[in-house]
């Protein structure tokens, strides 16, 4: 049974007066809503890497490049969906938006818990799955663009920053809970049997050997009571707001457009990866960001025209600037993310060896530091800074505050190269881990701040009818980190050369460097300041 009064009909809140007897109230009930599904989205969308770190410990019969191809898969897959995403919102409502993007993430939970069941399950069951957990990752971008049109541009770094940042701890959520609910049958007969580690592994509470009982289908499961309570939620707790979404329609309607848009990107996402295998994956990504967008206007009737009218952002330049901008924060917090785990396992699990002839091998290392243990903290701090680095550009402009972390950024990811070089080649990598994971850290700091700064930016740079959509698009790209981060540190690493992944990283923060200083700090280029 729907709520009554779910759709409201005005909506001021640039007006000190409605927003003050009215519209805060609402917006806060809708914020503290959005937050929690925010977090559900993400820890299913990037649980893959913590989920292909302990595959490797349990024997599942895959290589390396596969656990990274099925992290890669779903980073692409969150990337690609969020570009239908981020136009749910005006054409099919925010409460009806919330309530079916959070309640699909139960497929990919439920799907991941029985294909981890056995070890036998084959690689494209796998594929399927990862595929489909990007809804998670989708859901970034109807959820900002929902959530900035509750609030007045003076609180837009405050309620994006809090939307975005503790919704990123679905992440460091993700990350602490998977290798935790690993130890212990929570599920009793219904969770399956457990399978034995075949090599250490490691959780906050300490390391755990060989030969353990592990219920890594746990890593699924657990995320369905959490999906089913915030599906209530959002049916009976959110709104749609009229003047934003005018076609909102009856929920059936809503929900059928819905489901038709996500269906477009997840065609785009399996045009996407066959193209990865023909054609070099710099070519291959825009080629799927196009054809998204071009499957859209193929939508019928009111979609395609309201499709059409928000399709106008990409004739300012500012949606092209903050585009680029957003990917350095954002695509960086997001890329590191789903690769940082499946790193730590190769780069610090493996060590040189030098035999009495001078041949040099590369074997385990028996006293490797456990992703599962550290992981988390680098989008913990990430995801915490996040609404501080909101406050603080509401106070001195977003520009700037950009301009500061992305000098950071450069200087970070270079140093990071260079001890992930000694590592590689080191015949104790264990010594150089801690100076790898505080720079780690130093680049979610910055990425945190840098994310809270650019969402500013982007609330004061658009109007209300733009910012939604350019909020989504600009997520939308730089989503496609969690794709692009896990591939290229896994092709440098099989070449033997980590370093220059994070070379290449850097230099694209330099060019975002004089991006920013051009359109916003350049003399009077940009009156608004933002």
């Known amino acids: 049974m729907a709520r009554k009064n779910a759709d409201i009909e005005h909506w001021d809140v640039e007006n000190e007066e409605f927003w003050e007897s009215t519209g805060k109230k609402i917006a806060n009930r809708n914020l503290w809503i959005s937050i929690p599904s925010l977090l559900m989205g993400f820890a299913i969308w990037l649980m893959w890497g913590m989920i292909t770190a302990q595959m490797q410990n349990l024997g599942f019969p895959f290589t390396v490049d596969q ?28 409460r009806n938006t919330i309530f079916l993007t959070t309640a699909l993430l139960m497929i990919p939970a439920l799907g991941t818990g029985i294909a981890l069941m056995n070890p036998g399950t084959p690689f494209w069951i796998f594929q399927a799955l990862a595929l489909l957990s990007g809804i998670g990752g989708g859901n970034f971008a109807c959820s900002m663009s929902n959530i900035s049109s509750f609030f007045p541009k003076q609180q837009q770094g405050y309620a994006l920053g809090m939307n975005a940042g503790l919704g990123n701890f679905g992440v460091t959520t993700m990350q602490i809970l998977i290798p935790l609910v690993m130890t212990v049958g929570l599920f009793g007969a219904l969770g399956g049997e457990p399978m034995a580690l075949t090599k250490a592994s490691g959780t906050l509470i300490g390391r755990i050997e060989a030969g353990t009982d592990t219920w890594i289908q746990n890593a699924g499961f657990i995320w369905l009571g959490f999906l089913i309570l915030l599906g209530f939620a959002g049916w009976f707790g959110m709104n749609n707001l009229k003047p934003i979404s005018p076609q909102t329609g009856n929920p059936a309607s809503a929900f059928g457009k819905i489901l038709g848009l996500y269906a477009l990107g997840m065609i785009a996402t399996v045009v996407g990866m066959l193209a990865l295998d023909w054609i070099n994956m710099w070519l291959a990504l825009p080629l799927t960001i196009l054809l998204t967008l071009g499957l859209l206007l193929l939508l019928p009737g009111a979609i395609k025209t309201s499709i059409k009218n928000q399709y106008r952002i990409f004739r300012d330049k500012h949606t092209w600037a903050m585009t680029i901008i957003y990917t350095a924060t954002f695509g960086s917090f997001i890329g590191f993310s789903a690769a940082l785990p499946l790193s730590i396992t190769v780069i610090f699990g493996n060590m040189m060896e030098v035999a009495a002839d001078g041949s040099v091998t590369r074997i385990a290392n028996p006293d490797a530091p456990s992703a599962l243990t550290w992981a988390w903290m680098g989008p913990f701090v990430g995801a915490l800074i996040r609404p501080v680095g909101g406050w603080i550009s509401d106070k001195l402009g977003g520009a700037i505050v950009t301009q500061i972390i992305s000098v950071i950024m450069v200087v970070a990811s270079i140093a990071v190269g260079y001890v992930m ?31 809270g700064s650019t969402f500013r930016s982007i609330g004061v740079i658009f109007d209300i009818q733009q910012k939604g959509p350019v909020l989504g698009w600009t997520s939308a790209v730089a989503a496609y980190g969690a794709f692009i981060a896990p591939r290229v540190i896994g ?10 992944a994070m070379y290449g990283f850097a230099a694209f923060y330099a060019i975002c460097l004089v991006v920013n200083w051009w359109f916003y700090l350049r003399g009077n280029a940009y009156v608004k300041n933002p």
Do not use: H
């Open 421 to 451: 070089m000694l590592a590689y080649n080191a015949s104790n990598p264990n010594q150089y881990f801690w100076m790898f994971l505080l720079l780690f850290i130093v680049l979610f700091a910055a990425s945190g701040i840098g994310n």
């Open 67 to 94: 656990l990274f191809t099925l992290t890669a898969i779903g980073g692409l897959a969150g990337a690609t969906l969020r570009i239908p995403a981020s136009f749910m919102i005006r054409i099919a409502g925010g």
């Open 491 to 500: 092709d440098q690493i099989k070449a033997g050369t980590p370093e220059m």
